[in-house]
């Protein structure tokens, strides 16, 4: 089962920041959050992907609370393009790699 | 170039019919899966092999048997077709688990309908 809780959809306008929350509130110490994106009839995208600190790369900003608890993800110019499901997933760093996807939060970006 | 491609993209077939889907990544990747993402498009693994070798398997039908040629290739073999098994199934790959390459990297899927 996920272990993470996200809202099902949201909006945000175009050229403005979205905001995605999740919630990790059992997460343990040695648990990473990952952030998936899958666009219309895609495979899903790897986004970004943090334990502790806040991360950015070319694609987006993460967001994780002190107690680690939550995490936000930011998409600071959202484009119509970036409409899709996005996945908010914990997962422990060991050999399986495993990812468990829960539903996600589907994201519109309106014109 | 497509780092990870599956044939076909679409596959109509009847119940009781076997089936393959092929995989192939050219990222170099040692580690391979399936994920199967159903009507209501919840997305879960299946499988993963690691240098040929299955590490995961998931509570699958024994219907549904992977096989690894060799690390670049990963291909779904489903027997006796059922209703239930159309869904999308997507490959992905990534480098060694737990190593340097954390980021999975998904095929485009190959929708699967069965009559």
């Known amino acids: 089962d996920a272990k993470t809780t996200q809202p099902p959809s949201m909006d945000c306008a175009e050229g403005r920041a979205a905001n995605l929350p999740c919630n990790h509130s059992?997460?343990?110490?040695?648990?990473?959050v990952y952030w998936y994106r899958q666009i219309h009839s895609q495979g899903p995208q790897y986004i970004i992907h943090g334990l502790k600190n806040n991360e950015t790369n070319e694609m987006a900003s993460l967001i994780i609370t002190e107690d680690r608890k939550s995490s936000t993800l930011i998409l600071p110019h959202a484009t119509l393009r970036d409409t899709a499901v996005y996945y908010c997933i914990v997962r422990v760093r060991d050999s399986s790699y495993k990812l468990i996807f829960g539903s996600g939060t589907r994201l519109l970006v309106r014109p | 170039d497509t780092a990870v491609s599956q044939t076909p993209k679409y596959l109509v077939t009847q119940m009781g019919n076997d089936k393959s889907i092929k995989c192939e990544q050219n990222l170099g990747h040692d580690t391979m899966y399936w994920y199967k993402q159903d009507s209501k498009k919840f997305l879960k693994i299946m499988f993963s092999?690691?240098?040929?070798?299955?590490?995961i398997n998931e509570t699958v039908p024994n219907r549904f048997s992977p096989k690894s040629p060799d690390k670049a290739h990963l291909n779904l073999h489903i027997n006796s077709l059922e209703l239930g098994d159309s869904a999308v199934y997507f490959c992905?790959?990534?480098?060694?688990?737990?190593?340097?390459?954390?980021?999975?990297?998904f095929g485009p899927g190959t929708r699967l309908l069965v009559l």
């Open positions: 092999y690691n240098n040929k070798e299955l590490i």
């Open positions: 059992t997460i343990s110490g040695n648990e990473y």
């Open positions: 992905a790959s990534s480098q060694q688990p737990g190593g340097l390459g954390e980021t999975q990297y």
